[in-house]
T-cell receptor, first 113, second 116 residues
Framework: QKEVEQDPGPLSVPEGAIVSLNCTYS??????FMWYRQYSRKGPELLMY????GNKEDGRFTAQVDKSSKYISLFIRDSQPSDSATYLC?????????????FGQGTILTVHP | NAGVTQTPKFRVLKTGQSMTLLCAQD?????MYWYRQDPGMGLRLIHY???????AKGEVPDGYNVSRLKKQNFLLGLESAAPSQTSVYFC???????????????FGPGTRLTVL
């Protein structure tokens, strides 16, 4: 079993829809939770970063972490065609594992006009 | 400010051949990483470096070697390429923060490697 599980999709939604992307994990030591966005044939770029449990909002994007359930989510409101990309969750335990990220498989999202 | 650059962008090798992938960053970051990305597998850490002259193994180090002779460069070597090493390789760099937070990794554009 992978340490981080992410539904690879693909997910196709109409413009303006609310998108929910999710990851589950098994390592209770994870404290830092990130979402990366990767456009086709490009490198990943950091989208959101959350420490421990809770919510974080940035414009149309909201990241949620529920450590008790080992479950994290990324919500995209009013989705746009420019949001079409692969979304990767990533996690880190901090401390001596500093900098070593464990990634999910990535979810391919297409937002069609 | 170019960020993280990778050379080459594409490469085709025959089984048994060797090659070196070059990663360069101009952000003066201490940490550098090499990942491979395969369909359905996400990004997996091959090797990483926490400073000039240091290297350490990641999740999938077998068949690869690395060197960090200069702070701005991180080289990934394949001594005897195998078809299982066909993948997209990404380099990343980051600057360590305090022990209560984690760093942001900045990725290069990737190298697409095919081993026949």
């Amino acid at each position: 079993q992978k340490e981080v599980e992410q539904d690879p999709g693909p997910l196709s939604v109409p413009e303006g829809a609310i998108v929910s992307l999710n990851c589950t994990y098994s390592n209770s030591a994870f404290q830092y939770f990130m979402w990366y966005r990767q456009y086709s044939r490009k490198g990943p770029e950091l989208l959101m970063y959350t420490y421990s449990s809770g919510n974080k909002e940035d414009g149309r994007f909201t990241a949620q972490v529920d450590k008790s359930s080992k479950y994290i989510s990324l919500f995209i409101r009013d989705s746009q065609p420019s949001d079409s990309a692969t979304y990767l969750c990533a996690m880190n335990a901090g401390g001596t594992s500093y900098g070593k990220l464990t990634f999910g498989q990535g979810t391919i999202l297409t937002v069609h006009p | 400010n170019a960020g993280v650059t990778q050379t080459p962008k594409f490469r085709v090798l025959k089984t048994g051949q060797s090659m070196t992938l070059l990663c360069a960053q101009d952000m003066n970051h201490e940490y550098m990483y090499w990942y491979r990305q395969d369909p359905g597998m996400g990004l997996r850490l091959i090797h990483y470096s926490v400073g000039e002259g240091t290297t350490a193994k990641g999740e999938v180090p077998d068949g690869y070697n690395v060197s960090r002779l200069k702070k701005q460069n991180f080289l990934l070597g394949l001594e005897s390429a195998a078809p299982s090493q066909t993948s997209v390789y990404f380099c990343a760099s980051s600057e360590p923060l305090d022990s209560y937070s984690t760093d942001t990794q900045y990725f290069g554009p990737g190298t697409r490697l095919t081993v026949l």
